[in-house]
């Protein structure tokens, strides 16, 4: 049984940092591209960050620079590192495990951003 399980969300002020963890379970981790999505309340999930088994990233165009994805294939953990957060980045933050037959999801971490 396959389980992601998000952690590191929380609460915290604009220009913050928080780095969001994702540590997967019961599948051969390194051979699948992982990412991070998010969804705020009244819009649709977006992708945020995604990593390939080799590592070549891609970024939604609202990152700009400020997020870092990383995997650790040895500890089957993908890590979303987020720097400069604004009140828009305000949202519940989704782990994804993208296989050939289907796509697995975590249960979700929320990230506030607020004075």
């Known amino acids: 049984q396959v389980q992601l399980v998000e952690s590191g969300g929380g609460l915290v002020q604009p220009g913050g940092s928080l780095r969001l963890s994702c540590a997967a379970s019961?599948?051969?981790?390194?051979?699948?591209?992982m990412g991070w999505y998010r969804q705020a309340p009244g819009k649709q999930r977006e992708l945020v960050a995604s990593i390939l088994s080799g590592g070549f990233t891609t970024y939604g165009d609202f990152v700009k620079g400020r997020f870092t994805i990383s995997r650790d294939n040895a500890k089957r953990t993908v890590y979303l590192e987020m720097n400069n957060l604004e009140p828009e980045d305000t949202a519940v933050y989704y782990c994804?495990?993208?296989?050939?037959?289907?796509?697995?999801w975590g249960q979700g971490t929320q990230v506030t951003v607020s004075s």
């Open positions: 994804n495990l993208n296989t050939p037959s289907r796509n697995y």
């Open positions: 019961g599948i051969i981790f390194s051979i699948y591209p």
